[in-house]
Nanobody, 125 residues
Framework: QVQLVESGGGLVQAGGSLRLSCATSARTFSSRAMGWFRQVPGKEREFVAV????????VNADSNKGRFTISRDNAENTVYLQMNSLKPEDTAVYYC??????????????????WGQGTQVTVSS
């Protein structure tokens, strides 16, 4: 069973920073683009950022451009989300996801077929 395991969530004050990590098996990681999404109760899951297989290209949601950075360490089979200048509206459960093989980088939930369990990020005002 392929697993994605997120960590690094928590409570932070507005303006602060957090770094989320997502670890997975090598078989999954090396062949897939990896993305981060977030979700708040009662709303649809929302795209945050995606990175290609080798880490050469990234796409961010407009809401976090200039504040969030996605990166990956292929030697450690881990993808990261560095979140700076956090705002209360960034509060959500954050999910790591593996994109389906051979697809262009996507913002769509349906383009991803493997998901982590989520990690809570709470930003206080």
């Amino acid at each position: 069973q392929v697993q994605l395991v997120e960590s690094g969530g928590g409570l932070v004050q507005a303006g602060g920073s957090l770094r989320l990590s997502c670890a997975t098996s090598a078989r999954t990681f090396s062949s897939r683009a990896m993305g981060w999404f977030r979700q708040v109760p009662g709303k649809e899951r929302e795209f945050v950022a995606v990175i290609d297989r080798i880490g050469g290209r990234t796409v961010n949601a407009d809401s976090n451009k200039g504040r969030f950075t996605i990166s990956r360490d292929n030697a450690e089979n881990t993808v990261y989300l560095q979140m700076n200048s956090l705002k209360p509206e960034d509060t959500a459960v954050y999910y790591c996801a593996a994109q389906k093989p051979l697809m262009p980088l996507s913002r769509m939930v349906g383009a991803y077929d493997t998901w982590g369990q989520g990690t809570q990020v709470t930003v206080s005002s």
